[in-house]
């Protein structure tokens, strides 16, 4: 099985650095294995601190869009198409680690056969790869129309301020149901010592434990796009091993 990680979490919150860094961690615990990062997110930064302006994308497959307006080819199924058009779609960001852009965020209503069609083939692809991490806007509910597949971890990521653990709380609560009982957790970002006291009623108030807090870093406003903090990595790899992670397949 492919072990799959779901980082979430309002805008702003820098779910995307703690994912960028996060993927670090793994390739140094899982040198050899295979890692695949699923964009999820509108805004595409994950691919952006890769220094990659990636403009194929799932979405573009299901709407025609990009090369994929040519239509299919009278030797493929319809079936075959999407899983080779996806598989051209990937980019290889690092050795042993590939992206896909999503951009595709079907209705809840959508019963048209070729969404059926993708998310056949998006679940072939993540069978392929040892990991797959999954970089979330909001909660687990867009991603598991198109995914679906048991998250053996969801980490969602809070800013130190009461509107920020309050959508925590709310994404813990839209997507529980979607984590097929996986472990959720709640990371702070961009915490210093003063922030992290205060905030200790609102996470009673909100219910809410605490995996691990990742301290503020002001590196980070000059590495606002590639998202590399040797802070937020050493923060990453102190909580890395408080998740109920099992055993990556060999």
């Not at 040198?31 to 990659?52: C, M, Q, V, W």
């Not at 692809?125 to 806007?137: A, H, K, Q, R, T």
């Amino acid at each position: 099985m492919t072990l799959a990680i779901a980082i979430t979490g309002k805008s702003g919150s820098g779910k995307t650095t703690i994912t960028k860094n996060f993927v670090k961690v793994l390739k140094e615990t899982y040198p050899d294995k295979s890692i695949l990062l699923f964009d999820n997110d509108l805004s595409t930064e994950l691919a952006h601190s890769y220094g990659r302006d990636v403009r194929n994308t799932i979405y573009g497959i299901r709407s025609g869009k990009h090369e994929y307006k040519t239509g299919i080819p009278s030797r493929m199924t319809k079936q075959e198409y999407i899983e080779w058009a996806l598989e051209d779609i990937l980019v290889e960001v690092e050795e042993n680690v590939d992206l896909v852009v999503s951009w595709l965020v079907p209705s809840k209503d959508c019963r048209c056969p070729v969404t059926g069609l993708i998310a056949d083939a998006v679940a072939k692809l993540i069978n392929g790869y040892d990991i797959v991490v999954f970089d979330c806007e909001f909660d687990l509910k867009y991603l598991h129309q198109l995914v679906d597949i048991p998250m053996d971890v969801t980490l969602i990521v809070a800013n130190p301020t009461e509107e920020s653990i309050f959508l925590a709380q709310r994404i813990e609560e839209f997507s529980a149901k979607y984590a097929a009982g996986g472990q959720m957790a709640l990371v702070l970002n961009n915490v210093d010592n003063e922030q992290y006291n205060k905030i200790q009623d609102y996470l009673s108030k909100y219910s809410l434990e605490v995996l691990g807090v990742i301290p503020k870093d002001k590196a980070l406003l000059e590495h606002s796009i590639d998202k590399n903090s040797k802070i937020v990595e050493d923060a990453i790899k102190a909580l890395y091993f408080r998740l109920n992670l099992p055993q990556v397949r060999n």
